[in-house]
């Protein structure tokens, strides 16, 4: 049902994470998961502007991130993101699997 299409019936829906994911775990044979959890924190950072609104409700929502400005709230609620990710052992950085982007 996840990828079938129906749950984002009607709503705008941005698969890039997946997409970029893909791409990744072909190239460097990292489990699909362990790439969506690089991967998201990154591309949250780079898509803050234009979903800066979905943003501040997932802050709100998930995290219950209420105080600060608004650009306080998205920088703590992608590093909790990240931080999650790490506290059940998935690690987020490409370097963390030995994958050097600058070589």
Same mark, same amino acid.
């Given at each position: 049902?996840?990828?079938? +299409?129906?749950?984002?019936? +009607?709503?705008?829906?941005?698969?890039?994470?997946?997409?970029?994911?893909?791409?990744?775990?072909? !190239?460097? +044979?990292?489990?699909?998961?362990?790439? !969506?959890?690089?991967?998201?924190?990154?591309? !949250?950072?780079?898509?803050?502007?234009?979903?800066?609104?979905?943003?501040?409700?997932?802050?709100?929502?998930?995290? +219950? !991130? %209420?105080?600060? #400005?608004?650009?306080?709230?998205?920088?703590?609620?992608?590093?909790?993101?990240?931080?999650?990710?790490? #506290? %059940?052992?998935?690690? #987020?950085?490409?370097?963390?699997?030995? %994958?050097?982007?600058?070589?």
């Amino acid at each position: 049902m996840a990828l079938s +299409g129906s749950i984002g019936a +009607g709503v705008p829906q941005d698969w890039a994470n997946h997409a970029i994911g893909h791409e990744l775990t072909a !190239l460097h +044979g990292i489990d699909h998961a362990q790439i !969506l959890a690089i991967v998201l924190p990154n591309l !949250l950072t780079i898509q803050r502007d234009g979903k800066r609104q979905k943003l501040l409700q997932y802050a709100d929502r998930v995290w +219950g !991130l %209420v105080d600060g #400005t608004e650009e306080s709230r998205i920088d703590r609620a992608i590093a909790k993101t990240r931080d999650f990710f790490e #506290t %059940v052992g998935i690690r #987020t950085h490409l370097s963390d699997y030995g %994958v050097d982007l600058c070589a």
